[in-house]
T-cell receptor, first 116, second 112 residues
Framework: GAVVSQHPSRVICKSGTSVKIECRSL??????MFWYRQFPKQSLMLMAT?????????EQGVEKDKFLINHASLTLSTLTVTSAHPEDSSFYIC????????????FGPGTRLLVL | QKEVEQDPGPLSVPEGAIVSLNCTYSNSAFQYFMWYRQYSRKGPELLMY????GNKEDGRFTAQVDKSSKYISLFIRDSQPSDSATYLC????????????FGPGTRLSVLP
């Protein structure tokens, strides 16, 4: 299946700093990528839909000024958690839709963020 | 009523058992149905996808969709300890621009 990578896999930062997470589709071009957050033992919660060349679409309750999304190319989307706080500690997962098989969505391995 | 419902488990079975995982949904417009497996601290991995009603088999896994009952199932035959994970169902409308809706996931433990 298609491959999606994420970097970094784990990050620990101090409260108030900003953290950037990259999501790359390695063997296909993804016009649409998605960012999810997952708390322990809970399901995926969609945060935003990232569209190449246009603004991201945020889900209700997600602060767009806090979670900045940039989809600069067809293989890269970035999520920046600005002024991170301990409550932002979570598992962040991106996914990308493979246009060769529009009904499928492939996930990255996730990034574990711990804000001290 | 949530759009997609799934028993969170945990579901514990002995090795070799047949496992049945299920999701129900409320919106009859869903057309594509997927099952993902997620190991602890990892991203979900696509296991199966089906379009509309019917069955699809892949090795030890069988996905079943019953649109009339708004009910989908994933069967795992000859379950192995390595199958221990959280299984998420997902579905979407027949619209390229529409995102997926995920179930909350069922935690499965296969005991050796």
């Amino acid at each position: 299946g298609a491959v999606v990578s994420q970097h970094p896999s784990r990050v620990i930062c101090k409260s108030g700093t900003s953290v950037k997470i990259e999501c790359r589709s390695l063997d296909f071009q993804a016009t649409t990528m998605f960012w999810y957050r997952q708390f322990p033992k809970q399901s995926l919660m969609l945060m935003a839909t990232s569209n190449e060349g246009s603004k991201a679409t945020y889900e209700q309750g997600v602060e767009k000024d806090k979670f900045l999304i940039n989809h600069a190319s067809l293989t890269l989307s970035t999520l920046t958690v600005t002024s991170a706080h301990p409550e932002d500690s979570s598992f962040y997962i991106c996914s990308a839709r493979d246009p060769r098989a529009s009904e499928t969505q492939y996930f990255g391995p996730g990034t574990r963020l711990l804000v001290l | 009523q949530k759009e997609v419902e799934q028993d969170p488990g945990p579901l514990s079975v002995p090795e070799g058992a047949i496992v049945s995982l299920n999701c129900t949904y409320s919106n009859s417009a869903f057309q594509y149905f997927m099952w993902y497996r997620q190991y602890s601290r990892k991203g979900p991995e696509l296991l199966m996808y089906t379009y509309s009603s019917g069955n699809k088999e892949d090795g030890r896994f069988t996905a079943q969709v019953d649109k009339s009952s708004k009910y989908i199932s994933l069967f795992i035959r000859d379950s192995q300890p390595s199958d221990s994970a959280t299984y998420l169902c997902a579905m979407r409308f027949d619209n390229y621009g529409q995102n997926f809706v995920f179930g909350p996931g069922t935690r499965l433990s296969v005991l050796p």
